[in-house]
């Protein structure tokens, strides 16, 4: 039989013995019973003092306005909730137009059966 060159041991290898983490209780009574075992907060550093270049950029998100022109014909395929729902955010964000100016132009975007 071959000698294979990867054995199949699955023990874990340890690299290094570490000594195990001392961990404060995060009991609610020793909390409160240690308080010098609370991170302590340095108040003399604020945001102010971090360096520009280590700030995050703030960034813009452009989200375009729909360019698709939503229609409806009133076939039974077609879902009106959704169509309206579209048209509202089209008319709103390419026209600026409230409810009732969507209201009197909604003709605008009905066909056939659904314009009669």
Do not use: C
Not at 16 to 39: D, G, I, Q, R, V
Not at 57 to 79: C, D, H, L, S
Not at 96 to 102: E, I, K, Q, R, Y
């Amino acid at each position: 039989m071959p000698s294979n060159p990867h054995p199949r041991d699955h023990s874990p290898v340890l690299a290094a013995s570490l000594p195990p983490a001392h961990l404060p209780s995060t009991k609610p009574e020793n909390l409160s019973t240690y308080p010098s075992s609370a991170p302590q907060l340095n108040p003399n550093i604020s945001s102010g003092d971090v360096p520009p270049q280590t700030r995050p950029t703030p960034q813009t998100i452009i989200i375009p306005a729909p360019t698709t022109i939503p229609q409806y014909a009133g076939k039974p395929t077609e879902k009106p909730l959704q169509f309206l729902l579209r048209l509202q955010h089209y008319a709103s964000s390419m026209y600026g137009w409230t409810d009732t100016a969507l209201l009197q132009g909604i003709s605008t975007f009905l066909l056939d059966t659904a314009l009669d």
